[in-house]
């Protein structure tokens, strides 16, 4: 179902009024964690400003370390739906268990399966029977082959509303917390039909190479771009040393859209 002998035209995934594919390009942005409200406000804010049309934020974290902040759970979804609301932007978070799909559905526009969960079947499953549109993020040492055998798992549920999400895969050097693949862009539209957006917040783990990142990735036809900003890194719950400030992001903004003008 993934594949474009199903499917031969690009796809469109439309999350609440916010269409991703075939030219129209999901700009998503917004912290790691959701957090505090007055923070919440100000960083939707400044992203909305700048063009960003998908607010980000998680509720609950994926965390190297349970004894890490694991997000705000039911109170952060409800935090970030009136956040959402009050912008205009569809929202989107991740879910990291069967058990809170339709939770999470019930107050989020798009569900993100992350990185650390691209092979829980039962969740793929679980989310396939959602109507909600799913942004499916790439594994860490994910083939593209395993990561549309993971889409299909969702399509094959019922659920057509499926964007990719490249973010980088484990290499060898620490100086970037992940690598980059840009190629996975072209490689994953000569396969398929669904939308595929890049995350050079995840792939880089560094503020200074992410806006190169995003226009390479725009460059090779991705479908959006998917970044964390924060207005105060060093406080953040969770991957602050990545996080964009607001400014960063508003000039990476323009750029992006300089850049698009050319297509
Ligand atoms: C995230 O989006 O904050 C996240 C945990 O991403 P990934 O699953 O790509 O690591
Ligand atoms: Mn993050």
């Known amino acids: 179902l993934a594949s474009l002998e199903a499917h031969p035209e690009p796809s469109i995934v439309d999350v609440s009024g916010v269409k991703i594919g075939n030219g129209h390009l ?15 406000f100000r960083i939707a804010e400044s992203v909305c400003e700048s063009g960003a049309n998908l607010f980000r934020g998680g509720a609950y974290k994926p ?7 694991q997000g705000l759970g039911e109170t952060g979804l409800k935090l970030l739906r009136e956040v959402g609301d009050k912008f205009n932007m569809p929202v989107v978070t991740e879910v990291t268990d069967p058990r809170l799909v339709e ?3 019930e107050h989020a526009d798009m569900l993100q399966v992350g990185a650390r969960n691209m092979q829980n079947f039962a969740l793929l499953t679980e989310v396939g029977k959602s109507q909600r549109p799913v942004l499916l993020k790439r594994g860490m040492s994910a083939t593209i082959t395993d990561l549309l055998m993971c889409a299909e798992y969702i399509l094959s549920q019922g659920n057509m509303n499926v964007v990719l999400c490249e973010r980088g895969v484990k290499g060898f050097d620490s100086a970037t917390r992940n690598l980059f ?3 996975a862009v072209p490689l994953i539209h000569n396969l398929s039909h669904l939308p595929v957006i890049v995350d050079p917040s995840h792939a880089t783990g560094r503020p200074d190479l992410i806006p190169a990142c995003a226009l390479a990735g725009l460059a090779a036809g991705a479908d959006g771009v998917h970044i964390e900003v924060h207005d105060c890194p060093e406080e953040a719950k969770s991957d602050g040393p990545q996080a964009l400030l607001p400014d960063q992001y508003r000039q990476l903004a323009d750029q992006m859209k300089e850049l698009v003008k050319l297509f």
Do not use: Q
Not at 63 to 69: E, H, L, M, Q, V
């Open 26 to 40: 999901g700009m998503i942005a917004g912290p790691c964690s959701v957090e505090d409200r007055d923070r919440m």
């Open 63 to 69: 965390r190297t370390s349970p004894y890490a902040f």
């Open 103 to 105: 939770l999470v559905a």
């Open 181 to 183: 693949d840009v190629a």
